[in-house]
């Protein structure tokens, strides 16, 4: 069975203090894995996708990074405005959909103070 | 760019009572998806659909219906409504391609159940 745990569940920074997010996953067969940001009582809002290890990708403050059992997203010099649900996906291969669903972390919850 | 448009933005119903929450996919996609989000939780997959087919069914109850439309369009249809329905509900639509498929989500639909 797909799944997966992201860790911490949540994490304070001060402004400026880099760090990074944790997504341990186990998926039959990795069609991809997505980061998105998650701001309280909104759509999740789609970041990052990477397909395989070794891949990374950027964005602004933020960097994602892939291996094989897991994914990190750094986030660097982090601002107030960062402040958010990060939450990261699986789709798999697995069973007879080839629509790829997500499988769902439980999210870090990441507070910037100024 | 066009986005996933959901409605009604938030509804609320009695026990026992029926909803129905529509979804507008991103133009040119063919996959929709349901997910459900309760307070502090990850989103959990109900049901998707490609090409107006239903593809593949998550932990969605007996009571829930959904279908695609000719216009792509979605609705979910819920009966015999539960306090325990009470969440957001999201609806995402992709573009399915040769790897992954990049889902985008909605902005969800608020359901309080009283």
Known sequence: E?????????????????????????????????WYRQDPGKGPE???????????????????????KESFLHITAPKPEDSATYLCAVQGRGGSSNTGK???GQGTTLQVKP | AAGVIQSPRHLIKEK?????????????????????????????????????MQSDKGSIPDRFSAQQFSDYHSELNMSSLEL???????CASSLQGMGGNTIYFGEGSWLTVV
């Open chain 1, 46 to 68: 789609f970041l990052f996708t990477l397909y395989s290890a070794g891949e990374e990708k950027e964005k602004e403050r933020l960097k994602a990074t892939l291996t094989k």
């Open chain 2, 84 to 90: 325990g329905d009470s969440a957001l509900y999201f």
């Open chain 2, 16 to 52: 026992r009572e029926t909803a129905t929450l529509k979804c507008y996919p991103i133009p040119r996609h063919d996959t929709v998806y349901w997910y459900q989000q309760g307070p502090g939780q990850d989103p959990q997959f109900l049901i998707s659909f490609y090409e107006k």
């Open chain 1, 2 to 34: 797909d799944q997966v745990t992201q860790s911490p569940e949540a994490l304070r920074l001060q402004e400026g203090e880099s760090s990074s997010l944790n997504c341990s996953y186990t998926v039959s067969g990795l069609r991809g894995l997505f």
């Open chain 1, 102 to 104: 997500l499988i769902f």
